[in-house]
């Protein structure tokens, strides 16, 4: 009996996914090198862009050549290279910038983590733990290049869908908004400028906290805003309408409950809590249902933590003292959902 020999393009595919970690590395040696940055304003010459970025000619080239054949760089004229359109939001200043995601995932505590995809599964331990011997917010907490890195990509992120947040849900009720591990603010002054009586609270550790004043300044909000420093597992602001963005799926349901527990011990009367995560849903067969399955993966080789669905979500605010009011459709094209809970 022969083996089945699958369709090419199956093939194909599949030789694209086993190849894969090698298109994430060449986008992090591109950006490590800052070849996006130098071709920025227009196609260079290999080697005016070698010794732009300081890299050997010869070796460039053929870096550049990968970046063509992913679309990241195009060839015009030939011998010259010029960022293409998609290579753009590989640079900071970029409105959706994945520069600091790109590298996040290409450095090399992070890409090592991958390498022991296998234990995690064979033993629900975190990859990242394995490897490195620690968790890894007590590892960025000793690396402070990657801890930043870390920082400023998880401010991409919320920078992308900040702007939907106060389309997707009623602010203009709330007086006192805390946003617990809320990073630079963006996420807080996007909400602050459309519920002008309100005034807001960012809390977060003083490296998670850094560039909010400046958030907060350009968009018109300083006075309405103040930032306090802690940690989130011991305790947290008082306010009517507190915020849980990116943080309940980096953690396990017990350190989850500590943190729920927290904010009902600190919300007020009538108050609201609104948890910002991807949602699994009952299948997985669409964009959505992807994305937020390859979030779920990572989590298994970074921290531990977890995607979860709605009834994992429901189960888990009751725990913590909240009833699960409500959920709204995804965010702009994102995966992350708001879950309304109210206190009981």
């Known amino acids: 009996m022969t083996d089945h020999v699958p369709p090419r393009e199956a093939y194909a595919t599949l030789s694209r996914m086993a190849f894969g970690f090698t298109a994430s590395q060449i986008l992090y040696a591109a950006v490590r090198l800052g ?14 862009l070698a010794d732009a970025v300081g890299a050997d000619p010869g070796a460039l080239r053929r870096l550049v050549r990968a970046l063509v054949v992913l679309g990241v760089v195009a060839e015009e004229p030939p011998g010259h290279y010029a960022l293409a359109e998609m290579g753009r939001p590989l640079l900071a200043g970029h409105p959706r910038s994945m520069r600091s995601g790109v590298l996040l995932l290409g450095d090399p505590a992070t890409w090592r983590a991958w390498g022991a ?32 890195i870390f920082n400023t990509a998880m401010r991409e992120g919320t920078g992308q869908i900040a702007p939907e947040v106060p389309k997707a849900y009623d602010f203009s009720g709330a007086r006192t908004v805390v946003d617990i591990g809320g990073g630079n603010g963006a996420l807080l002054a996007a909400i ?11 809390f977060d550790t003083a490296e998670g906290v850094a560039g909010a004043a400046e958030t907060f ?36 349901d017990e350190r989850c409950v500590t943190l729920l527990r ?3 011990a600190s ?10 995560e991807p949602v699994l849903p009952s299948r997985i067969g669409t964009p959505e249902g992807a994305a937020v399955v390859m979030s779920d993966i990572a989590m298994l080789v970074y921290t531990g933590g977890r995607e979860r669905d709605r009834d994992e979500f429901r189960r888990l605010l009751a725990a913590g003292g909240f009833a699960l009011a409500g959920v709204t459709p995804p965010l702009g094209g994102s995966a992350v959902r708001i879950l309304v809970a109210d206190p009981v």
Do not use: M
Request: include cysteine; aromatic fraction near 4%; charge should be negative.
């Open 35 to 48: 070849v996006p940055d130098a071709l920025a304003a227009g196609a260079l010459p290999i080697g005016r």
């Open 117 to 148: 995809l296998t234990h995690a599964a064979r033993t629900g331990e975190a990859a990242f733990d394995h490897v490195h011997g620690r968790p890894l917010f007590d590892h960025l907490a000793r690396d402070p290049e990657l801890s930043g």
């Open 192 to 202: 602050l400028a459309a519920a002008s009586d309100a005034r807001g609270v960012l």
């Open 217 to 252: 300044r350009r968009a018109g909000v300083s006075d309405r805003c103040s930032i306090r420093t802690g940690d989130f597992f011991e305790a947290v602001p008082e306010g009517d309408l507190l915020l849980v963005k990116g943080v309940l799926h980096d953690w396990d």
């Open 262 to 264: 927290g904010c009902r």
């Open 267 to 276: 919300i007020a009367a009538g108050g609201r809590l609104l948890v910002l």
